[in-house]
């Protein structure tokens, strides 16, 4: 397999290609949890204290994408580790992208099913337009936070856009077709 350096980990691979270039992350990083509710605000704890989550829009910056899961056919939901490759076209304005992985490698898990994938913004905002195109969906659920741990969650079949209050999903937004790129 073609490795990458995964520093997002401290300094061991997390996060590779495969032979045919799909990007591969290992898990699990957090977990077990209930719910999406419960597994959130800890898995955003955990990214924000990697390097650059925090540093907003400038060329420190970092955004970091991975995986929600679910492993031999369990309830309980596992974040992977996240990835820090980004797409190979620079954003406009600064902001910071990163690839939603394909894979998990997970030493525990005789299957896994991938639920949704997550990234974090190094600046307080929301989903960006790119966030929320029909292209750049892989999964139902796309879940984003910020460096203080705003929490959202975009229902890629529903088309809505929830934000995590008091312990549950609040629906905050539509969105429509033009939104969407489609």
Known sequence: MFMLTG???????????????RLVVAGPMVGPFDSLMTLAPELCTVVKELPGATAGNTREGQEYCGVIYQRNFESAFYASHPSTLSHPLPMPGGRKSCRPPEFVSDPDAQTVNIYA????HPA???FSPEDLQLRTQRYYFRMMFNPVCEIRL????GRTVFILEGGQFVP??????DLRGE
């Open 124 to 126: 307080i905002t929301g």
């Open 172 to 177: 905050v937004k539509r969105i429509t077709d």
């Open 117 to 120: 994938d997550f990234h974090s």
């Open 7 to 21: 520093c997002a980990a401290g300094g061991s691979t997390r996060f590779w290609l495969d032979p045919q270039r």
């Open 154 to 157: 975009y229902d890629f079949q």
